[in-house]
């Protein structure tokens, strides 16, 4: 069993990773009902929290179904970060989570996110700032350092374990590589190794396989996985990973119908989220993910991508299963 704080998790656990406009309530509830053990949402701007903005507010969002579940902040400001740990706590997430890792500029110009590599000491104080503020678990996530002759991950996890979080995930990229090149996770062997260190490390990057998936836990030791863009159209990576992990065994591919089911779960719940318009608007991004690889979707992506009504969105199913369950049969 993995602890953080209070929270108890399985043995060797599956993190859903916070992943701007991709994390949301439909989308973490489909992870977790194709095995995913704890959720984050969509990274949250302290200063937007505190300035009540409407989008801030709207990601504070969390269900009892996908717990536990942990919302994620970011910022530049000690005294913000405090207040917005504080507006978190009152919509009673199991963990708050600190974004010291976004790489996209607009964050980093604002010294929060990854650009707090820069600085240690101010991310200590942050740090600090947040775990002072709440009872509430607190964890990070972070990279391996601003740029390949900074990386300063070490320190950064013996100096943050200091400051009060209870686990740590590091993606093994510096802010400079963005998401290019491979992950290293070589420094989180040795921040494994580290007997200082006594808080659980998760290890995020480039997972997307569950042969890949074993090779580094065998080979890296760490206490658990972040799955981020592999994730995307593709919930049943989880349970994949787990089942691999328990037998040696491949699950069969999801098949159309599994496909569609996906499809069809994420849109009603982003439905009855966001609202029936909205909802299948903002569901335009994900339809091509779910049928990656899957021979003559294009003919019906465009219709998806023009439906606004759940009614359309059902008929639109149907043709789509019958097409495919024909050519099957063909």
């Known amino acids: 069993m993995v602890k953080i704080g209070n929270i108890e998790l399985p043995d060797f656990p599956f993190l859903l990773a916070p992943m701007e406009d991709v994390s949301d309530p439909p989308f973490r509830r489909l992870c977790k009902l194709h095995g995913a053990d704890l959720m984050y949402s969509e990274f949250i701007s302290s200063e937007g929290l505190i300035r009540d903005a409407m989008k801030s507010r709207k990601k504070l969002d969390i269900f009892d179904y996908e717990r536990p579940v942990g919302i994620q902040i970011f910022g530049g400001d000690e005294e913000a970060m405090a207040m917005s740990a504080k507006i978190v706590e009152t919509v009673n997430p199991d963990i708050v989570d600190i974004n010291f890792g976004c790489p996209v500029k607009k964050v980093v110009s604002k010294g929060a996110g990854a650009g707090v590599l820069k600085d240690v000491d101010l991310m200590v104080r942050l740090t600090k700032a947040v775990v002072n503020s709440t009872h509430l678990p607190v964890t990070v996530k972070t990279r391996l350092g601003w740029d390949v002759e900074t990386i300063n991950i070490e320190e950064v ?3 943050l374990q200091d400051a009060g979080i209870k686990a740590l995930t590091i993606h093994a990229r510096t802010r400079s590589q963005m998401y290019k090149g491979e992950a290293d996770w070589e420094y989180i062997s040795k921040i494994k190794q580290n007997p200082n260190i006594e808080i659980p490390i998760f290890g995020n990057g480039d997972i997307d396989s569950p042969e890949k998936a074993l090779e580094y836990r065998q080979k890296y030791a760490c206490d658990g996985m972040m799955i981020g863009r592999a994730a995307i159209g593709y919930p049943w990576i989880f349970n994949e990973i787990k089942h691999f992990f328990e037998t040696g065994e491949k699950l069969p591919e999801p098949t159309i119908s599994d496909r569609l089911l996906a499809v069809k779960q994420h849109a009603e719940w982003s439905a009855e989220w966001k609202g029936e ?16 690889g899957i021979s003559h979707f294009k003919e019906f992506k465009s219709k998806f991508l023009q439906v606004l009504s759940l009614e359309e969105f059902y008929q639109l199913l149907e043709e789509t299963e019958a097409f495919y369950k024909n050519k099957i049969e063909i």
Do not use: A, P, T, V
């Not at 909205?278 to 990656?292: K, V």
């Open 157 to 159: 996890s013996l100096r």
């Open 277 to 292: 318009r909205l909802g299948l608007i903002e569901m335009r991004q994900h339809y091509s993910n779910y049928f990656r």
